[in-house]
């Protein structure tokens, strides 16, 4: 059967909408993905494996997700799994007979959209290039990398959906943005750019939440304090940056925003709301 | 009667499965570390007060951590997931390790 990809994504992105509203956000405001789940009674569980990206059950109203995955893609799949929750999905099996049956794709692509829509609501995608001056249908890979940043999610979550979904980047933009590799971007703001947790905030940032792991660098504009023992300022004269060093909530104040930074522990596994929890001593 | 040992035993592995140290699970139910440590070694007796606030923390069923099914985890389960079949056996058991200790119809 022929799937209606447009009824599909206008209900995605609806229920999705609808979702935001629920949770209180402004329309154009980034979502902290885990404490959106824990407000809406789901469980999220990171696990440490390999062989899978997320899943949901519904019984107990569980998102798993595999800790060994890069933060921004963890997000999309638990907002991803979430859409699974918004649309009761999952089916009562036997384990052994699902492992055989084919997915279902109509319920894939919805929670895909869901997920889009609810972590890059296009009105805050659009303030984020216009508070900067960006042009949003001819973005460069760093423009698209810091904002990407904003909504905690990948550089690939983002192209795919301002192309895909809110259409404002043309194909020939999209192939650009798409020859150039996450790691080459990283590498081009950071010396240590190979590393895979590197979050660009400026001076025009709007999240209150930063979700770091261990080891994580945030590059900041000039003339921010930091609060917390699980942070560090770095850097020189020409640029600063933060790390993650400890789990732990710290801050991260700049002239004219503040945001908590919470520090987990890397390939943690657990229950989400304790990844960032401070060791006690032994 | 629930056997000491396995309670002592699904302590453990439920601590380990929220994410937790011993320390970190003394801290939040204010208890000291020595006693998590006796608990999960079998060697102190648990009081169900004490159960239930492991059972919160950990976001499992108390009927699982007083092990009174242990004919196995009940395989049957409600999912929406993609590529389950690229799941690896070791990550399977803990998946459904993980889905048979949790909380239900919450």
Known sequence: MMLNYRKLASSAMKEAMIVREKLNLQLESPISI?????????????????????????????????????EGRKVFTCGHELGHWRY???????????LEKKQVSEEEYLADIFSSYLLMPPWGIEKAFRDRAWKI?????????????????????????????????ANSQYKILNSVSP????????????SQSLIVTDAFWASKTIDATVGAVIIVPEGIQIEGECLSLVGNDDKKWVHGVTPGIGR??????SAFVRVSRPSYHGRARFRHLEETEE | MPDKEAVAARLKSAREHAGLSQGQVA?????????????????R?????????????YNVSIDWLLAVNTG???PVVELAARELAKLKKEDLDIVLNLLGSLKRNK
């Open chain 1, 34 to 70: 885990y404490d959106a789940a824990e407000k809406l009674g789901v469980e999220v569980i990171l696990c440490k494996v390999g062989s899978f990206e997320g899943m949901y059950e519904k019984n107990t109203k569980t998102i798993l997700l595999s800790s060994e995955r890069p």
């Open chain 1, 88 to 98: 009761d999905h999952g089916n009562r099996l036997d384990l052994k007979e699902y």
């Open chain 1, 137 to 169: 249908e001819a973005p460069s890979p760093v423009q698209v990398f810091t904002v990407a940043s904003q909504f905690a999610v990948s550089y690939e979550s983002l192209t795919t959906h301002m192309h895909f979904n809110m259409k404002c980047i």
């Open chain 1, 183 to 194: 790691k080459a971007i990283r590498k081009s703001i950071h010396p240590s750019g190979t």
């Open chain 1, 252 to 257: 991260i104040i700049g002239s004219s925003w």
């Open chain 2, 27 to 43: 801290k939040l139910l204010a208890m000291s570390r020595p006693s998590v440590s006796e608990i999960e070694a079998g060697r």
């Open chain 2, 45 to 57: 007796k648990v009081s169900s007060d004490e159960i239930k606030k492991f059972s919160d923390i």
């Open chain 2, 72 to 74: 196995g985890v009940d």
